[in-house]
Nanobody, 126 residues
Framework: QVQLVESGGGLVQAGGSLRLSCTAS????????VGWFRQAPGKEREFVAA????????YYVDSLKGRITISRDNAKNLVYLQMNGLKPEDTAVYYC???????????????????WGQGTQVTVSS
């Protein structure tokens, strides 16, 4: 029913920054936990970051800590993924996903999410 839409991807030079956005077609998005995942060619979809429905807790994959920040503005129905110091190996399709359970755990797993966007391409040139 609810549709998620990612935006903000594009082509950047190594060391550059991007801010991805995720929004939903329903205001109930503000009650969902939201995660970001990415999938590079030939690799499995991997967890990047997650934020609880209230924004009180955030989670990050260890390999990207310090370079990414997840945040949300429920008044605007938006979740952001700020990415800095981008590297060519960050090239992937980035997906946002939503979980209506309001659990504060297990958000690193793809299985926790009921809704997925179509993805936005991030390409980092060397």
């Amino acid at each position: 029913q609810v549709q998620l839409v990612e935006s903000g991807g594009g082509l950047v030079q190594a060391g550059g920054s991007l801010r991805l956005s995720c929004t939903a077609s329903a205001r109930t998005f503000s009650s969902y936990n939201v995660g970001w995942f990415r999938q590079a060619p030939g690799k499995e979809r991997e967890f990047v970051a997650a934020i609880t429905w209230s924004g009180a807790r955030t989670y990050y994959v260890d390999s990207l800590k310090g370079r990414i920040t997840i945040s949300r503005d429920n008044a605007k129905n938006l979740v952001y993924l700020q990415m800095n110091g981008l590297k060519p190996e960050d090239t992937a399709v980035y997906y946002c996903a939503a979980d209506a359970s309001r659990m504060d755990y297990g958000l690193e797993s793809r299985d926790e999410y009921e809704l997925w966007g179509q993805g936005t391409q991030v390409t980092v040139s060397s």
